[in-house]
């Protein structure tokens, strides 16, 4: 592990640790307070990830509890590598570290491949008891890992799991939901995706369905803004 965490520090940006902790919000109070950057871009970490790939689980588990997100992240990536050959143990591994998935980065770039494409043929009583935790990264594992049932034409449970989060009060939940409606739409059926909305959107945080109609066309845009400005202004 020595020698990852040498060749991470090697990529170490301190100008861009300083913009990555802002970006983050790890300041006193924020979603992510406390958190270590050493300014290291995705792709050098996966990188190195791909070099390690093979490290062992011990090692992987000492890797995800390090204090530096950047260590978090390569762990992460390393699990993502080796899902394709374990998933049952890769999977079993994340959720028992999960405490240690802490940023919206670590959970979109991990879950859908260690979570999302392990249940895919499976029981999804997880996600939704991930979806109404009273943690943050819990609620959004439970959301982003419906992705990879989208991309195989299944919406049925990012469906589901929207409504449980419909109405979340963290904006990291908002705009998760609503790129997991976006792709609904844009991956699976419009159709599904506009019914969801004529029951939904005016009840739903303003960011959420921005992102949810992000790729309609402008007309349909304007017809569930306005529906949900109506509403709004009725209260």
């Known amino acids: 592990m020595k020698n990852i965490l040498k060749n991470l520090q090697e990529q170490a940006n301190p100008e861009k640790a300083e913009q990555l902790q802002r970006f983050f919000k790890t300041g006193k109070g924020q979603y992510a307070e406390g958190d270590i950057f050493w300014g290291i871009t995705v792709p050098s970490v996966r990188a190195i990830a791909h070099k390690y ?8 588990e000492k890797l995800l509890s390090h204090k530096i997100h950047e260590a978090r992240l390569c762990a992460l990536l390393i699990m993502v590598f080796q899902a394709k050959e374990n998933p049952m143990m890769i999977f079993d591994l994340y959720l028992k570290n999960r405490s240690f998935i802490n940023n919206w980065d670590l959970v979109d770039l ?20 991930m979806a109404r935790s009273p943690l943050l990264w819990d609620r959004r594992i439970a959301i982003i890992s419906t992705f990879a049932f989208i991309k195989h034409g299944d919406y049925k449970t990012a469906l589901k799991i929207s409504r449980i989060l419909i109405n979340d009060s963290h904006d990291l939940i908002h705009k998760a939901v609503g ?19 004529k029951e939904h959107a005016v009840y739903m945080p303003r960011t959420m369905l921005r992102y949810a109609i992000e790729h309609l066309g402008p007309e349909r845009k304007r017809y569930f803004m306005e529906a949900k400005r109506k509403i709004s202004e009725s209260f």
């Open 53 to 60: 790939k093979d490290l062992e689980v011990t090692y992987i």
């Open 110 to 129: 991990s879950a859908p491949v260690i979570v999302g494409n392990f249940l895919l043929n499976k029981e999804h009583k997880i996600l939704f008891e």
């Open 179 to 197: 790129w997991m409606l976006r792709e609904v739409g844009k991956r699976c059926s419009q159709k599904v995706l506009e019914d969801f909305l």
